[in-house]
């Protein structure tokens, strides 16, 4: 039987630390289920792995478009797919790690997507209409054409929102709409990391200001430096976007800074609409009343099946 190992979570909660750890252990291979951690040029605002994590267990799908690339969740399910089957073929543990619900998804249930390819004239005209209106107004359009999608989508998320639309747009089908799945032809063991919201609150703050102290502003203004431009989808994400608007004068740094949190928090609160804890496939952990060790029994309990 063909297993792999899913990591999952809320963003800050510790999932590459985890990851790493039973990785090293186990002949693991990770593979990154992080939206934002493709691109290359976004470390520090995507708390991507250090070059030593990276050299101490192999990564894949980490650093392989620019920032001004196309990249679906088409093109992630397909090089995710490529990576977990070359894994499993050379005999290591593949390891899926990430909050991006949607990647995690996608892979595990054998989603069938839509081939829909970018229409980048489609995506300016609402990139253009959101600029001139509010995010709102756009994700109300996704609520009426696709409801289901647009309650699994964050409305700031405003990528998601026009993929959303443009495929509904195209190919006169509803983005939410997956009835073809293909099982995938492994076992996945789903492991969450969970802990109360409070707690984890105060840890994406702290994070935040770690990501200041370490750089985050001059990231983005070498970005700006090298061509890529805050209408880019990958300049959207959260904190590229509130200090691009520090960097235009809209905010002081720390109006910037506090935008971040809240916007974090919010994210926070959208994962659990992908990871929800009654989910009973997932196996989950609070990391303030467990420690590894309890990961690693449950890690090891699932290998041990025949």
Known sequence: MQRIIAIVGPTGIGKSRVA??????YQGEIVSADSRQVYRYMD????????QELKSVPHH???IVNPDDDFSLASFQELA????KDILKRGKLPFLVGGTGLYVKAV????????????????????????????DE??????????????????????RVIRALEVHARAGQAFSRRERKIPPP????????????????RIVDRRVDSMIERGLVQEVENLLHKGYDFNLPSMSGIGYRQIGQFLKGELTLAAAIQKIKTETHRFIRHQYAWFRLSDETIHWFDIEQTN????????KEFLAEV
């Open 20 to 25: 790493l750890y039973l990785a090293s252990k």
């Open 44 to 51: 520090t605002g995507t708390a991507k792995p250090t070059p």
């Open 61 to 63: 799908l980490v650093d």
């Open 81 to 84: 797919n490529h990576a977990i």
């Open 108 to 135: 595990l249930e054998g989603w069938v997507i839509p081939r829909v390819s970018p229409d980048k004239n489609f995506r300016y005209n609402i990139a253009e209409r959101v600029n001139e209106s509010s995010v």
């Open 138 to 159: 756009i994700y109300q359009e996704l609520v009426l054409a696709d409801p289901d999608a647009a309650a699994k989508i964050d409305r700031r998320n405003v990528r």
């Open 186 to 201: 492994f076992t996945p063991l789903i492991i969450g990391l969970t802990a109360a919201r409070s707690s984890l609150y």
């Open 292 to 299: 590894d060790l309890a990961i690693e029994k449950t890690l």
